[in-house]
């Protein structure tokens, strides 16, 4: 049996079942509340996940989905830091000025 056929991947072998997740919602929710440059990246790598998955390199979507998974847990982790570092000053500066 050849696996060049149509339908099993252009010759990465047999389908391997669903792909992985692409966590592209948590990716565009951490661009947009978080951090808008490392969410871009998380956008880049969940929009691979399937593509490859459709091709049938699962290698490869699994290393987008946990690069995807990656950049938005970033993302998410910097934009809640800079946000718990702004209320700190902006409380600090609303002390001061009274």
């Known amino acids: 049996m050849s696996y060049n056929m ?5 010759g990465y072998g047999p389908p391997q079942g669903p792909p992985p997740p692409n966590h592209l ?6 661009t947009i509340f978080c951090c808008l440059p ?3 990246v998380a ?3 969940a929009a691979q ?4 998955a459709a091709a049938g ?5 699994q290393s987008a989905s946990n690069s995807a998974k990656t ?8 934009g809640a830091i800079a946000t ?6 902006y409380a600090a500066a609303l002390s001061n000025s009274s």
């Open 6 to 10: 149509p339908g099993y991947g252009g």
């Open 25 to 30: 919602v948590w990716a565009i929710l951490s």
């Open 38 to 40: 490392l969410g871009v």
């Open 43 to 45: 956008i880049v790598f």
């Open 49 to 52: 996940v399937n593509s490859k």
């Open 57 to 61: 390199d699962y290698a490869g979507a």
């Open 71 to 78: 950049w938005a847990m970033v993302s998410t982790i910097l």
């Open 84 to 89: 718990v570092l702004w209320v700190i000053v």
